[in-house]
Nanobody, 118 residues
Framework: QVQLVESGGGLVQLGRSLRLSCTASGSIFSYNTMGWYRQAPGNERELVASIGHFGGTKYADSVKGRFSISRDNAKNTVYLQMNNLKPEDTAVYYC????????????WGQGTQVTVSS
């Protein structure tokens, strides 16, 4: 059973924007901190943004001021608005429930590819 479904990625030029969406099963989403992760080729998966059930947010320094995470608890959906994209943002983006150590807890979805060209 698919529990995390990401969408919204694509190929964009430097400085443009994208909005990612992730729908999760209720068992993963409800009352839990959700996060967006990314993994570039040759790199480890990293947490770039997280949001608590009541909307508190945290961001990696590399995306602070450019990315914005939000959630719709009624739809079990978390979003990532990415503005002023840079080539170094190129990666596969995943969402997941965030564990105490910052790692994703549930089985990973297929992710969505974001490619930023210069």
């Amino acid at each position: 059973q698919v529990q995390l479904v990401e969408s919204g990625g694509g190929l964009v030029q430097l400085g443009r924007s994208l909005r990612l969406s992730c729908t999760a099963s209720g068992s993963i989403f409800s009352y839990n901190t959700m996060g967006w992760y990314r993994q570039a080729p040759g790199n480890e998966r990293e947490l770039v943004a997280s949001i608590g059930h009541f909307g508190g947010t945290k961001y990696a320094d590399s995306v602070k001021g450019r990315f914005s995470i939000s959630r719709d608890n009624a739809k079990n959906t978390v979003y990532l608005q990415m503005n002023n994209l840079k080539p170094e943002d190129t990666a596969v983006y995943y969402c997941n429930r965030v564990g105490p150590d910052g790692r994703g807890i549930a089985d990973w979805g297929q992710g969505t590819q974001v490619t930023v060209s210069s």
